[in-house]
């Protein structure tokens, strides 16, 4: 079996979030990590690889400094990582990102792909969807547990989180998943798989090696949607704090504010 686990760099919030001045996020600038979500899905495919058996190719699209995620998920025990990073590129929205994956996927073989449900930098959870869309693929979102994989039926059977409840859902691959952040605990890195990680050779490719890709659809010239403002969120007031009133008259004085915004 062989499988494809798309990731991105992003962000890492904790640390502070720069935007350059024209309110697209200044990457380069801040400390990054790879996206809990698709941390997740890489486990997920881990997981399949050491029961099933499975080559797993790590791809991922941004800067060339986006080959450290590829590094660390070799040293989780992904065979091979693949940095898709041209200029040309910079500046995409989902749309764009997605056709620029799907192109740099069609240059593989694959049984499975996976992606994260959404990034931490744009929730959006577009990405992975639009992918499948773009090669014409089924596609399973929001996959909470991996339950069975058939390989001689080449099919896959997992778990759909919905608010309440759970879908179970037979899948015909190849095909894509979205994985939720629970769907596995990412594994650690060991000594000797980050050794081997720096010694493997990751594959760079640009432009000219995406497959069936029009430069109308990519980058910023390619992208339907741009930021029009960014800005930091605005802090709510500490509020008012009544600590001498008794409980009847603090239900009054509630009820009070309530009517008096017209809430009630």
């Known amino acids: ?9 992003v962000p890492d919030t904790k640390g502070g979030v720069v935007f350059n ?11 990054a990590i790879m996206n809990p979500d698709d941390k997740a899905g890489l486990e ?19 800067l060339p400094k986006a080959d450290e995620v590829l590094r660390e998920a070799m040293a989780m025990g992904a065979d091979k990582g693949i940095l898709v990073t041209d200029r040309r590129l910079g500046g995409a929205d989902t749309w764009a990102t997605s056709v620029t994956i799907a192109g740099a996927l069609r240059n593989l073989d694959y049984d499975l792909i996976i992606t994260g449900r959404q990034a ?16 014409h693929l089924p596609m ?14 080449k ?7 919905f608010d309440d409840r759970y879908m179970t859902v ?22 000797g798989g980050i050794f081997e990680a720096y010694d493997k050779e990751v594959t760079v490719w640009g432009r000219d090696d995406l497959k069936d890709v029009l430069d109308s659809d990519i980058g910023k010239v390619g992208s339907p949607t741009q930021i029009a403002k960014a800005s930091d969120k605005v802090r709510k007031g500490a509020g008012e704090k009544k600590t001498d009133l008794s409980p009847s008259e603090a239900v009054d004085y509630i009820v009070g504010k309530l009517e008096a915004k017209h809430i009630i």
């Open 44 to 62: 997920a495919a881990l997981e399949l690889k050491d029961k099933y058996g499975a080559e797993i190719t790590v791809l991922t699209m941004g």
């Open 21 to 31: 001045p024209d309110g697209t996020l200044n990457r380069a600038a801040m400390l």
């Open 140 to 153: 399973v979102t929001y996959v909470q547990k991996v339950v069975d994989v058939d390989e001689a039926a």
């Open 120 to 135: 931490i930098d744009g929730d959006t959870a577009q990405v992975g969807p639009e992918i499948a869309e773009h090669l």
């Open 170 to 191: 037979k899948v015909q691959m190849p095909c894509v998943l979205t994985a939720l952040g629970e769907l596995a605990k990412p594994r650690y890195m060991t000594p």
């Open 155 to 161: 099919t896959i059977t997992v778990e759909r989180q």
């Open 1 to 9: 079996m062989k499988i494809v686990v798309c990731v991105k760099q």
